[in-house]
């Protein structure tokens, strides 16, 4: 079975600082997903990679898949307390939709 | 941007009941919808592919007996966890995968608590 493993488990960084989370995938991925939750809400889509080497940004945040398409990073540039939350990756292997969760990474962004 | 929403958001009922959660999407049709779990501080955990117009699939150790699944149309699909038991108590969310983007948009989640 597919295993997806998401680093680190949380995560704190004085506002301004850059930080990246991992996410690494046993399979060869048809696409990966980056949402961010706010504990007890729903997902928030941030962006979804699909293609090797595949970099997309939003605002400041940068997200990477690699050229295997097995591996991903999310990058934060100059975080913000407004950052703060637990961020997931998510694997579709088979293109059926069927999402596969790393266990998230919580972030703390203090003021 | 693409919406799903979830109804309720927040549940509570007593021991041997059954609870229905409806998820819709609302900017786009969607063939399928998928369910998961996530426990406190857990990640999520799919339990079933919701398609329209045919039976759902189940995920394994689901039991689809228990967690019942319609999808009578493109924008609405509907959990009802029957005969509730305190184990069932958890968050629920939706998603509905956009058929113009492959993007997989998520509801906001019912909270059910089985008491």
């Known amino acids: 079975s597919q295993e997806l493993e998401q680093s680190p488990q949380s995560l704190i960084v004085q506002e301004g600082k850059n930080l990246t989370i991992n996410c690494t995938s046993s399979?060869?991925?048809?696409?990966l997903y980056w949402y961010k939750q706010k504990y007890g809400e729903g997902l928030i889509f941030l962006m979804m990679?699909?293609?090797?080497?595949e970099e997309k940004s939003h605002e400041k945040i940068t997200a990477k898949l690699d050229e295997k398409k097995q591996q991903s990073s999310l990058h934060i540039t100059a975080s913000q307390p407004s950052h703060a939350g637990i961020y997931l990756c998510?694997?579709?292997?088979?293109?059926?939709?069927?999402?596969?969760f790393g266990q998230g990474t919580t972030l703390q962004v203090k003021p | 941007g693409a919406v799903v929403s979830q109804h309720p958001s927040r549940v509570i009922c007593k021991s041997g009941t059954s609870v229905k959660i409806e998820c819709r999407s609302l900017?786009?049709?969607?063939?399928?919808m998928f369910w998961y779990r996530q426990f406190p501080k857990k990640s999520l955990m799919l339990m079933a592919t919701?398609?329209?117009?045919?039976?759902?699939?189940?995920e394994q150790g689901v039991e689809k007996d228990k967690f019942l699944i319609n999808h009578a149309s493109l924008t609405l699909s509907t959990l009802t966890v029957t005969s509730a038991h305190p184990e069932d108590s958890s968050f629920y969310i939706c998603?509905?995968?956009?058929?113009?983007?492959?993007?997989?948009?998520f509801g906001p989640g019912t909270r059910l608590t089985v008491l």
């Open positions: 998603s509905a995968r956009d058929p113009s983007s492959d993007t997989q948009y």
């Open positions: 399979k060869t991925l048809y696409g």
């Open positions: 990679l699909q293609k090797g080497g």
């Open positions: 998510g694997a579709d292997s088979s293109n059926t939709g069927k999402l596969i």
């Open positions: 900017d786009f049709q969607a063939t399928t």
């Open positions: 919701s398609n329209e117009g045919s039976k759902a699939t189940y």
